[in-house]
C-alpha cells in the first residue's frame, strides 16, 4: 500500500524494445474488492495475460494453492498485524513458516517474503520489531532450508527519503537509522535485496509543478527541461530511475557493499476525485507501459547500470473496497471480469508472429469429446486464440464437429504462442501434422496462404502459456476471458 507521501521528488527515463534476460515486471495482487475473482480465477487471468510474477499482501493459502504448478513466481507477505507477534516468538515466526512457505513449496514457486508493508511509516511502533521478526522468519527457513530459494526483506517508503533529488545527495531519514542499519546488516548477510515502494505518481502531485510531467511518465523531456544531477552530472531521463537511485544513494552511506534494490510497488491511478486531475486513464496507461519498457530494457539507473530494476506494479485489480480518495481503489490495470482497465501489455515486442514451420497442431482423431470441449474452451478463452472463424457462418464452421473446431482454435493457438514457449498438447488431445488442414475457404493460421492478423499479448521473460488445459477451472471463466480478448483487440 502506497503511502501518501511526501517530498519533492526526481527524475527518469525511456526504453528501447529489448528485453533483457532477467528483468522483470510483476505485479501486485490485492484483494480488497467486492467481486473478488476465486483464486482459480485470478489465477486464469494472470496466466492468460503472461504475469510470471506476483505479490500478494497476505500469504493466502488459496491462492498459494492456486498458483501451484503454474511456473508463477510468488512473493508472499506479513501482514502488518502479524508483524509484531512474530517479532517477539520465534516459534510464532516457525509457525507462520509451516503454514505459509513449507506447506506449499517447491509447487507453489515462493521466492520471496515481503515483512510488513511500509512498518516504519505505517506502523513506526512496530519499528523495534521489524528486524527480529525478519530474522526469526530467516532462522525457520534455515531450519526447513529453504533459506536459498526464499528471501526476506521488508518493503519500505520513498517517505523515509524526505530529499529524493538529487539522487547523490539522498539520504534516509535519520530518526530511522538504527532500525535501517539492522534493516541493511540483515539483507547483506542473508543475500536478500532492499525492497522499495516508489510512486512517480505521488512525488510529481507533491511536487507543485516543480517537474514536468513528461518526466514522470518516462516521456522524452525536452533540451531545455533535462534533469541532472549536477553532483554526478548523471542525466535523469524519468523520476522512476531517479527515486531509485536515491535510494541506492542512501543506502551507500552505511558503507555495506551494493544491495540490489527490488521496486515492490509502483503504479499510477487511473480515475480520481475532483483535486486527483492527475489520476486519468491516460496517464496511468502511458506510465505502466513507459514503465515496462524502462524496465524490460534490462539496464539499472544512471548510478546502477548493471542492476534490473525489477518492479512490481501495483496492482493486479482496482480494489473498490478500500477506504480514501478514489484514487486509491483506482490503480488496477483490470477490473474483476478480467477485462483490462486500459491497453496494458507486459510485452514489448509488438505482438507475435505465425508462422508453421514447426508444423500444424490440429486434434487427435479418436479423442475423448469432452476432453476436446475442454481444450477447445480453453484455447479459445484463456489461450486466446482467435475463434471467429469456427462460428456459425463463418469459413470453418463446417464441418460443424468438436473435433474440427478444436483442430482450428488449437492451431491458431500453436502458431501464435509456439514461440513464447505454447505447446501442442491440450491435455494428450493434440498433436503436430505437416500438412495443412486448411479446407477451401477457411484457411488455418499459418498457412502460407494465410496472412495472419492481430497482435495477442504473448509471454514476456521465460514462462510460456500452459500447454495443456487445466479444465476444471475453465466453464466459469471462459466468457469472462474472452471479453478480455475482445478489449484487447480493440
Ligand atoms: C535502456 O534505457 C536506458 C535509460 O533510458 C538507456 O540509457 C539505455 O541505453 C537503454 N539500454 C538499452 C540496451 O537500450
Ligand atoms: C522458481 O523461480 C525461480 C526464479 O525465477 C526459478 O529460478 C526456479 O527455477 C523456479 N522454480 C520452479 C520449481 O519453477
Ligand atoms: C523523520 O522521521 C520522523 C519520525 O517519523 C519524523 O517525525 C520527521 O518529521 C521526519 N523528518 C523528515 C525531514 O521527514
Ligand atoms: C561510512 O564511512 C564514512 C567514511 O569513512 C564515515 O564517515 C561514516 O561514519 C561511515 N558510516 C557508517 C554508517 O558507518
Ligand atoms: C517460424 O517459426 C520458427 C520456429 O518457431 C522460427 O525459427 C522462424 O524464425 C519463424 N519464421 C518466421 C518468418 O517468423
Ligand atoms: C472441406 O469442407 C467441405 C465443406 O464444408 C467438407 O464437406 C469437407 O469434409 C471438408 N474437408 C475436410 C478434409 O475437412
Ligand atoms: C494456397 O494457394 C494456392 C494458390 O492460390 C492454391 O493452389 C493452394 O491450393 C492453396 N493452398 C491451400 C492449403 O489452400
Ligand atoms: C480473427 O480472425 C478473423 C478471420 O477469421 C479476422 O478477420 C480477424 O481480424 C481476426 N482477429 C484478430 C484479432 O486477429
Ligand atoms: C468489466 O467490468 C467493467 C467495470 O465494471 C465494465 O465496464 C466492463 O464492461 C466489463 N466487461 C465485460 C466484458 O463485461
Known amino acids: 500500500m502506497r503511502r501518501e507521501i511526501l517530498f519533492g521528488c526526481l527524475l527518469l527515463m525511456f526504453g528501447s524494445l529489448s528485453i533483457a534476460l532477467g528483468a522483470f515486471v510483476g ?31 497476505d500469504a493466502d493459502n488459496h491462492l498459494l494453492s492456486a498458483l501451484s504448478e503454474t511456473e508463477i513466481e510468488v512473493m508472499i507477505s506479513v501482514t502488518n498485524e502479524e508483524v509484531l507477534g512474530i517479532g517477539q516468538s520465534p516459534a510464532a515466526a516457525a509457525a507462520w513458516i509451516n503454514k505459509n512457505v513449507a506447506a506449499f513449496v517447491p509447487s507453489t514457486n ?21 528486524v527480529p521478526a525478519m530474522k526469526n522468519l530467516h532462522k525457520s527457513l534455515v531450519s526447513s532450508n529453504l533459506n536459498s530459494q526464499v528471501k526476506v526483506s521488508t518493503p519500505l517508503s520513498m517517505d523515509l527519503i524526505p530529499k529524493p533529488f538529487p539522487p547523490s545527495a539522498a539520504t534516509f531519514n535519520s530518526s530511522w537509522d538504527s532500525i535501517i542499519s539492522g534493516v541493511l546488516d540483515f539483507l547483506k548477510s542473508t543475500d536478500s535485496f532492499f525492497m522499495l515502494n516508489a510512486y512517480p505518481y505521488f512525488g510529481y502531485v507533491q511536487s507543485s509543478g516543480i517537474f514536468p510531467i513528461e518526466y514522470a511518465l518516462f516521456q522524452p523531456l525536452s533540451p531545455v527541461k533535462q534533469i541532472v544531477d549536477p553532483n554526478t552530472l548523471f542525466h535523469y531521463d524519468s523520476m522512476f530511475d531517479a527515486m531509485v537511485d536515491a535510494t ?47 524496465v524490460l530494457n534490462g539496464s539499472g539507473p544512471p548510478s546502477q547500470p548493471a542492476i534490473p530494476m525489477n518492479t512490481y506494479i501495483y496492482e493486479l485489480f482496482n480494489e473498490d473496497k478500500k477506504p480514501g480518495p478514489l484514487s486509491e481503489k483506482s490503480y488496477g490495470v483490470y477490473f474483476s471480469n478480467g477485462s483490462s482497465v486500459y491497453t496494458f501489455s507486459l510485452d514489448t515486442s509488438g505482438g507475435a508472429t ?17 476432453s476436446l470441449q475442454d481444450g477447445l474452451n480453453w484455447a479459445c478463452g484463456p489461450g486466446q486464440a482467435n475463434c471467429s472463424a469456427i462460428q456459425s457462418g463463418q469459413p470453418c464452421y463446417m464441418p460443424d464437429t468438436i473435433e474440427n473446431h478444436a483442430s482450428y482454435a488449437y492451431n491458431d493457438y500453436y502458431q501464435k504462442m509456439r514461440s513464447v514457449g ?60 474472452l471479453a478480455t480478448l475482445v478489449l484487447l483487440i480493440v
Open 248 to 294: 541506492y544513494n542512501s543506502i551507500s552511506a552505511y558503507n555495506l557493499s551494493v544491495i540490489p534494490i527490488l521496486v515492490t510497488e509502483t503504479g499510477w491511478p487511473w480515475a480520481g476525485g475532483a483535486n486527483e486531475q492527475d489520476a486519468t486513464v491516460e496517464n496511468a496507461e502511458t506510465f505502466n507501459n513507459n514503465l515496462i519498457k524502462r
Open 27 to 57: 505485479i501486485n495482487i490485492g484483494t480488497d474488492l467486492l467481486n473478488l475473482p476465486s483464486p482459480e480465477q485470478v489465477v486464469a487471468i494472470l496466466r492468460s495475460h503472461q504475469i510470471a510474477h506476483v505479490r500478494l499482501f
Open 422 to 481: 505454447g505447446t501442442c498438447d491440450f491435455g494428450g488431445t493434440a498433436m503436430i501434422t505437416t500438412v495443412d488442414p486448411s479446407n477451401g475457404s477457411c484457411i488455418f493460421t499459418g498457412s502460407t496462404n494465410s496472412s495472419i492478423g492481430g497482435t495477442l499479448t504473448p509471454a514476456f521473460g521465460p514462462e510460456g502459456p500452459p500447454g495443456n488445459a487445466s479444465p476444471g477451472q475453465l466453464p466459469d471463466i471462459v466468457v469472462l476471458l
Open 110 to 130: 515462493i521466492t520471496a517474503i515481503a515483512v510488513g508493508s511500509e512498518v516504519l511509516s505505517t506502523i513506526p511502533h512496530a519499528a523495534p520489531v521489524l
Open 354 to 370: 505465425a508462422n508453421a514451420s514447426g508444423g500444424f497442431c490440429v486434434a487427435k482423431k479418436g479423442s475423448d469429446t469432452s
